[in-house]
T-cell receptor, first 115, second 118 residues
Framework: DTAVSQTPKYLVTQMGNDKSIKCEQN?????MYWYKQDSKKFLKIMFS???????INETVPNRFSPKSPDKAHLNLHINSLELGDSAVYFC??????????????FGPGTRLTVT | AQTVTQSQPEMSVQEAETVTLSCTYD???????LFWYKQPPSRQMILVIR??????QNATENRFSVNFQKAAKSFSLKISDSQLGDTAMYFC???????????????FGTGTRLQVTL
C-alpha cells in the first residue's frame, strides 16, 4: 500500500539516450511534483501538475518533458541525456486548497546515473 | 523569490542529548508554511514537523519541536533525547500561501547533516 511510488528506483544509461521515470500516487491527491536532488543534496522543484494541468515549470531544459495522463500519475521523460542530468529525482504529491492536507508526500526517489 | 538558509552543513550530537538545527528564510508573504524534512541514508524524504505561519504556538511532535520566530524569519528544529535513528540529512523548507499554483512548491534549504553518536 505504497503512497507514492516511482519506477525505476535506479537507472543507469549512456549519454544521448532517452529515458522515462514513472510516478504513481494512491492518496487521492490532485497535485503532483517533480524535484531534482543534485550531488550536493540540494533539492529543487522542476514541475508541478494540478488536475493534469501544468502549473509550475521552473527553468528546466526542454529535454525534460513531464506528462500527467491522470491525477494519479506523473511521468518524466528526458531526451538526449547528459552527464549533468545525473541526480536523484523525487516525485511528490499533495492536495491543494485543503487547509489540513497541504503536506507533500514524497516517493522513494529515482537515482539516475548518466555515463 | 523566497530563500531558505541553513547555516550548519554538519552537526554532531551524543545519544540522549538535545540538538538544535537552525533555519532562516526570506519572504514578503504573511501567510505561509514551514517544514522540516528528514532524509536518512535510505534517501526517503520524511516529514518531521510543520508550522503554519498564522499560528503563534510552536509545533511539537514527540521529541521534535520548533522555535518559530516570525519577525526574525527563523525556524529552528530542536531534537530532544537524540537517538541513533535520528542520523540523517535535515532539510528546512518553505511553502507560500496556497492561492496561486506556483506558491505550492517547496523551497528547500541546503540541508544539515546530523550525526548521532554513542
Amino acid at each position: 500500500d505504497t503512497a507514492v511510488s516511482q519506477t525505476p528506483k535506479y537507472l543507469v544509461t549512456q549519454m544521448g539516450n532517452d529515458k522515462s521515470i514513472k510516478c504513481e500516487q494512491n492518496l487521492g491527491h490532485d497535485t503532483m511534483y517533480w524535484y531534482k536532488q543534485d550531488s550536493k543534496k540540494f533539492l529543487k522543484i522542476m514541475f508541478s501538475y494540478n488536475n493534469k494541468e501544468l502549473i509550475i515549470n521552473e527553468t528546466v531544459p526542454n529535454r525534460f518533458s513531464p506528462k500527467s495522463p491522470d491525477k494519479a500519475h506523473l511521468n518524466l521523460h528526458i531526451n538526449s541525456l547528459e552527464l549533468g542530468d545525473s541526480a536523484v529525482y523525487f516525485c511528490a504529491s499533495s492536495s491543494r486548497g485543503q487547509v489540513q492536507n497541504y503536506e507533500q508526500y514524497f516517493g522513494p526517489g529515482t537515482r539516475l546515473t548518466v555515463t | 523569490a523566497q530563500t531558505v538558509t541553513q547555516s550548519q552543513p554538519e552537526m554532531s550530537v551524543q545519544e540522549a542529548e538535545t540538538v538544535t538545527l537552525s533555519c532562516t528564510y526570506d519572504t514578503s508573504e504573511n501567510n505561509y508554511y514551514l517544514f522540516w524534512y528528514k532524509q536518512p541514508p535510505s534517501r526517503q524524504m520524511i516529514l518531521v514537523i510543520r508550522q503554519e505561519a498564522y499560528k503563534q504556538q510552536n509545533a511539537t511532535e514527540n521529541r521534535f519541536s520548533v522555535n518559530f520566530q516570525k519577525a526574525a524569519k527563523s525556524f529552528s528544529l530542536k531534537i530532544s533525547d537524540s537517538q541513533l535513528g535520528d542520523t540523517a540529512m535535515y532539510f528546512c523548507a518553505f511553502m507560500g500561501p496556497d492561492d496561486t499554483g506556483t506558491a505550492s512548491k517547496l523551497t528547500f534549504g541546503t540541508g544539515t547533516r546530523l550525526q548521532v553518536t554513542l
